[in-house]
């Protein structure tokens, strides 16, 4: 089961894509406070910690209502999630800052910034594709901590900033992008393989 937790949290963590969450979070609270980020990288986190949850537990119900087949879903996720770790690889995800006080921790930064369309594809097919209880819970944690690492790193995303530099943010989040292409290609192949067998 450990081994289980360690791999399915390692795969969150790459899906949230936390190198590119944090340089979106820089760039649309610029203007505000230590205090005020503080708060908005809570409030990020409980939307990306019920987003990803209510799609995590409920895909395969999901699944059932629209009568997709899990093979089917696991290609269409895996091309989507290819196309946004392309967009990260080539620097074209850029966020623009927001003008006013509107409230950006919902919208953009939890969806579709961190649970964007790839993310949602890739919930839904892992939650789908565990079967036993044990599994369910410990694919659940993983999660939970997955999204716990990328609010904490929200939390510190100041001194990550003078720590690394914008640069250095580019090049993480590039780096991410490769990894999610890996996830992506891995969860499309699965599902042809599966769905031409």
Same mark, same amino acid.
């Given at each position: 089961?450990?081994?289980? =937790?360690?791999?399915?949290?390692?795969?969150? !963590?790459?899906?949230?894509?936390? =190198?590119?969450?944090i340089s979106?979070?820089l760039s649309?609270?610029?203007?505000d406070?230590?205090a005020?980020?503080?708060?908005?990288?809570?409030?990020v986190t409980?939307?990306v910690?019920?987003?990803c949850?209510t799609?995590?537990?409920?895909?395969?119900?999901? !699944?059932a209502?629209f009568?997709?087949?899990?093979?089917a879903f696991?290609?269409? /996720?895996?091309?989507v999630l290819?196309?946004s770790?392309?967009?990260m690889?080539?620097?074209k @995800?850029?966020?623009?800052?927001?003008?006013?006080?509107?409230?950006? @921790?919902v919208?953009?930064? /939890?969806i579709?910034i961190?649970?964007g369309?790839g993310t949602i594809g @890739?919930?839904?097919?892992m939650?789908?594709?565990?079967?036993?209880?044990p599994?369910k819970i410990? /694919?659940s944690?993983a999660?939970l901590c @997955?999204?716990l690492?990328?609010?904490?790193?929200?939390?510190?995303?100041?001194?990550l900033?003078?720590?690394?530099?914008?640069?250095?943010?580019?090049?993480?989040?590039?780096?991410?992008?490769?990894?999610?292409? /890996?996830i992506a290609a891995?969860?499309? !192949?699965?599902?042809l393989?599966?769905f031409?067998?």
């Open positions: 089961m450990l081994t289980l =937790f360690v791999n399915i949290f390692l795969k969150f !963590f790459i899906i949230l894509t936390p =190198f590119f969450v979106a979070f649309l609270t610029k203007d406070t230590p005020q980020r503080q708060k908005i990288a809570i409030k409980l939307s910690a019920v987003s949850f799609l995590f537990l409920f895909g395969t119900y999901i !699944f209502l009568g997709i087949t899990l093979d696991r290609i269409g /996720a895996g091309a290819f196309l770790a392309v967009s690889i080539q620097g @995800a850029t966020v623009s800052p927001q003008g006013g006080n509107e409230d950006v @921790a919208v953009p930064l /939890a579709p961190t649970v369309p @890739a919930l839904l097919v939650g789908a594709s565990l079967e036993t209880i599994e410990t /694919a944690l999660l @997955a999204v690492v990328v609010g904490c790193l929200l939390s510190v995303s100041g001194l900033e003078r720590l690394l530099g914008q640069q250095g943010l580019t090049i993480l989040t590039k780096l991410t992008g490769l990894f999610v292409s /890996a891995q969860i499309f !192949f699965t599902g393989k599966n031409l067998g």
